[in-house]
């Protein structure tokens, strides 16, 4: 059996994680942008129930993770440029040995401060009290309303509270800001910090899919490769970024297919569309194989196209390059690639320009990817597209789908569906692939499945 490489196979020397430091400076590039006469009120995700009293796992929101580290719900981070008591406050649940014994410990008040660096932190049971009293003579409230609507109920609560006692000499926020504006324009770009973490999720993620092309058979069923990839994550004390796509034959041309159930038949490839996350932050990797291990002509035809597609693709990222560059050079490959096979006929301008390539390449090639797996950040400036810049990191994932039935096509071109994704990061002189750990040449996938 042929073992993983070293770069393949390593961990980290100790679980990586977000400096204290990077948060602090984080919450003061925010505040700068604010203005001193402004307050920023930034809620943890709820929990959500899954059935009856189960709870499903809960993830921390994402702007809230950002400016915090903190992980447990149930808390508000408030930001008050200027205060002379200290600029950051937290609301935070109690200390409360009975509920810790059920529901595992908490920080609580002393432990924000101590440990994620409040100023002051208060239980989160006396914010109706505390709170008016830090919106009273701040013109703007900085808030994202829509993600969380019971809590947009309470910020409105407030202000309107302050509103109704303008004449006994209160003063309330005449402006609410869409946090979202500053917050995602500072997250779109990476620190070094957040590209270790999102090496390491994309090591990881690079590691399950090497598992799933080792351990595929047919015969198999779609949730039995699931199974491994998620046993991938959980291993390296990550869990997947996004349901998994796993998904044989036809099934593969459904773009966000979700069943994962059905068996795996020799003569088909396999769309496994599969990322991790690792300290709230993902990776996100689609690779397509054949499921015996060997591509028939037609398969390795369409599969060398989407191929060289996504490597012309990686190759436009660059700085000054603009955001839709790899889109269009995808494109440009695809469509010359399919007038030659025969599934176009025209002139690869004309065809472009009609988007006659959109029966079989119908999605962009690719989104950005930070803390969420499509992750914040405008990709137009106005109405121009935006330049890419060091620290953005975005995905590459061009494809063609051919499902059952397609018409003329010719019959061996049917019931294919492939897309190969990678992560990039845009560098100072170019790009960094962040998911090279897992291969994409034909050749490669062959033989490592031969040796398995």
């Known amino acids: 059996m042929v073992r993983p490489s070293r770069s393949t196979e390593a ?12 948060f602090a400076r984080r919450r003061r590039q925010l505040m700068k942008s604010m203005g001193r006469d402004a307050i920023a009120i930034v809620p943890s995700a709820p929990v ?6 189960v709870e499903h796992a809960y993830r921390q929101d994402s702007n809230f993770h950002y400016l915090t580290g903190f992980r447990e719900p149930e808390s508000v981070a408030v930001l008050v440029p200027g205060r002379p008591q200290g600029e950051f406050l937290m609301f935070v649940r109690d200390r409360d040995p009975a509920r810790e014994t059920w529901d595992g410990r908490r920080a609580g008040p002393a432990g924000a401060c101590r440990d994620f660096g409040a100023d002051d932190a208060f239980p989160i049971g006396d914010i109706d009290e505390i709170l008016p009293g830090l919106l ?5 409230v900085f808030y994202t309303v829509g993600v969380h609507r019971e ?33 995602h324009e500072m997250r779109l770009f990476k620190s070094r910090g957040e590209i270790e973490l999102m090496r390491e999720a994309a090591r990881i993620a690079a590691r399950a899919h090497v598992r799933a092309m080792r351990r595929c058979r047919p015969g198999m069923h779609e949730y039995e490769i699931q199974a491994e990839i998620e046993y991938e994550f959980r291993r390296a004390r ?17 773009l966000h297919y979700r069943e994962n159930e059905s068996v795996l038949r020799s003569g088909e490839l396999l769309l496994i569309d599969a990322g ?21 002509k037609p398969q ?3 599969y060398e196209l989407v191929v060289a597609a996504n490597l012309a693709a990686i190759a436009a990222v660059k700085p000054g390059n603009h955001w839709n560059a790899p889109h269009e050079v995808a494109v440009q490959v695809l469509t010359a690639g399919l007038v030659e096979l025969g599934l176009l006929k025209g002139k690869v301008p004309a065809l472009i320009k009609s988007q006659a390539y959109r029966r079989f390449y119908m999605h962009k090639t690719g989104h950005w990817l930070g803390m969420d797996v499509h992750d914040v950040g405008d990709y137009k400036i106005g109405a121009t597209w935006r330049a890419l810049e060091p620290g953005m990191v975005l995905t590459i994932e061009p494809g063609l789908y051919i499902p059952p039935g397609t018409r003329g096509v010719p019959p061996q071109f049917r019931n294919i569906g492939i897309r190969v994704e990678d992560d990039v990061l ?8 962040l998911t090279d750990g897992v291969p994409k040449d034909a050749a490669e996938i062959e033989a490592l499945m031969a040796a398995a």
């Open 426 to 433: 845009v560098t100072r002189d170019g790009h960094e692939v």
């Open 300 to 302: 390795r035809a369409l």
């Open 136 to 140: 009273e003579n701040r013109a703007k």
């Open 48 to 53: 959500h129930l899954r059935n009856n009293d």
């Open 238 to 254: 990550a869990e997947p970024s996004y349901l998994p796509i796993v998904g044989g034959g036809a099934n593969g041309c459904i």
């Open 11 to 22: 961990r980290p020397a100790r679980a990586l994680t977000i400096a204290r430091e990077e």
């Open 151 to 183: 809590f947009d109920q309470r910020v409105v609560g407030w202000v309107n509270g302050l509103r109704a006692l303008a004449k006994h000499g209160r003063h309330a926020p005449y402006e609410m800001v869409a946090l979202e504006h500053v917050l």
């Open 276 to 296: 991790c996350e690792y300290e709230c932050y993902a990776s996100d990797i689609t690779r397509t194989f054949p499921i015996n291990g060997k591509f028939s």
